[in-house]
């Protein structure tokens, strides 16, 4: 799986959990850039994103995350 197609799948998954059709993420994209991105939207877009991967992240790997960019390369990294 390349990077683009995780992209474009983690966009699908960050509208649904946002219910925001108009968000647009890339590698830089951390909560700040989205709005209602606090502690508990990001349960819920972790538990989404694993599911949607067919993954589970480790606790360390959550709270290490800076960006959209580094959950990418998790994903990448253990491919499907």
Do not use: P
């Not at 474009?8 to 649904?16: A, G, N, S």
């Not at 994209?29 to 502690?39: H, L, M």
Request: net charge negative; glycine share 8%.
């Amino acid at each position: 799986m390349n990077k683009n197609d995780i992209v474009k799948r983690l966009t699908e998954v960050f509208r649904d959990v946002f219910d925001d059709d108009s968000i647009v993420i890339n590698e830089n994209t951390t909560s700040a850039d989205i709005e209602d991105w606090d502690s508990i939207e990001h349960i819920n877009l972790i538990g989404a994103v694993e599911d949607e991967f067919g993954m589970r992240f480790k606790m360390k790997e959550v709270s290490g995350m800076k960006n959209v960019g580094e959950m990418i390369g998790i994903i990448a990294e253990r491919g499907e």
